[in-house]
C-alpha cells in the first residue's frame, strides 16, 4: 500500500496523499467517504495486481467507515 500511497502528491491528490507512510493518521466518516472515491480512480490506474489487491482492501474499511456515523479509519505509521 506504500507503494501506492507514495506516489500521490500531498498538495494535489485529496486525502489519500496526507497518508503520512512515518506517522499516524486518521479519517473521520466524512474523510473516509471521499477517499473512497479516490481510491476508485486509483485503481483504474494500476496494472500490477499486488497493488490493485491493496486498493481493494483500502475500498472496504474507508467504505465500513464511511457507513458507520461517529466511526474513525487509523492509519499507523513507521
Known amino acids: ?22 506517522g499516524d493518521t486518521l479519517f473521520n466518516e466524512q474523510e ?3 477517499a473512497r472515491q479516490e481510491v476508485a480512480a486509483l485503481s483504474q490506474r494500476r496494472t500490477d495486481e499486488q497493488q490493485k489487491a ?3 482492501d483500502l475500498a472496504e474499511l474507508l467504505e ?3 457507513a458507520t456515523p461517529g466511526s474513525y479509519l487509523w492509519f499507523m505509521g513507521d
Open 54 to 56: 491493496a486498493l481493494l
Open 32 to 34: 473516509a467517504q471521499v
Open 1 to 22: 500500500m506504500e507503494r501506492v500511497l507514495s506516489t500521490l502528491d500531498r498538495h494535489n491528490s485529496g486525502k489519500l496523499g496526507w497518508v503520512d507512510p512515518y
Open 64 to 66: 465500513e467507515c464511511a
